[in-house]
């Protein structure tokens, strides 16, 4: 029976590799806990100086504070909630299906242009929303969506990185299998969304957490307004704007802010992390 091959280490190597691992960890991890011991302090801690990392006398008077300050508001705030879950999730779904199915055939079929579109979406990851800005903004006029959920929606489709991403996955996928398939008699769909689509989960789970992070953070206040249909963040930055006094108040908005995002993450990073299966198949 051939031995179990060992790193060629030392036992003080794996400890010193361990430690600097940790050390890279809790500098990445801080930020986040830092901001949760934010909120859990009371106000004499916040302008305590120096400025402590962990509260003293841990409270949750900051996020009361927030529930009384966001009931006070003269649109429901339970609106500004509803408006940023639909056009998430709307916007999210229809950004995997439109870049999943647009990288399918841009993976497994040849046509003239093809690689020149992909090219173009390329490019396109080198532009950030800033500068496409005032493009988009003229195209929405156009298009007559300004002030409308669509004015969000739109541009989340068209991301291209859902595109970029599916289409890296989807070209490792075994053409050997989408052959087999057809040769039993499954039609494209049934191959798109039954084989292609589970095999390529660690991708689409990854653009819908790009996706998510985008449009939950996104105020919007450019192209939206009309105060019943803006955004959760565009009300939250206005409790954040009301001066000192709101403080506590604006550690709590920023936990808040950061929970989506992060509970979509841990929810789904084992399967973010899992490489996709090809069944042992090589083309």
Known sequence: ?????????????????FIVVLLFALMMAFPLFYNIFQSLKP??????????V????????????????????????????FNTVFVTVVGTILHV??????????????FPLGNGFFKIVVVCLMFNGYVIGIPQYLIMCRLHIVDTYMALILPACAAPIGLFLMKQFIESFPM????????????????????VMPNVKPAWLTISIYSVTGLWNNPAHTIIYT????????????????GVARTGQTAAVTVFTMMVPIIMF????????????????KD
């Not at 939250?236 to 009301?242: E, R, Y």
């Open 1 to 17: 029976m051939a031995k179990k091959r060992r790193p060629n280490r030392s036992v003080g190597g794996d400890i010193g590799l």
């Open 43 to 52: 106000l004499d801690e916040l302008f305590r100086f120096p400025p402590t």
């Open 54 to 81: 962990f509260p003293r006398n841990p409270t949750l008077d900051n996020f009361g504070d927030l529930l009384v300050t966001m009931s006070q508001s003269w649109v429901p705030f339970s609106r500004y909630i």
């Open 97 to 110: 299906i439109i870049a999943s199915m647009a990288a399918y055939v841009l993976a497994k079929y040849r």
């Open 176 to 195: 050997s299998i989408i052959e087999a398939a057809k040769i039993d008699g499954a039609h494209e769909w049934t191959i798109f969304s039954r084989l």
């Open 227 to 242: 105060e019943n249909k803006k955004m959760l963040n565009y009300a939250l930055s206005q409790i954040q704007a009301g």
């Open 266 to 281: 841990v929810l789904s990073q084992s399967q973010i992390m899992e490489t996709m299966a090809t069944s042992g198949l």
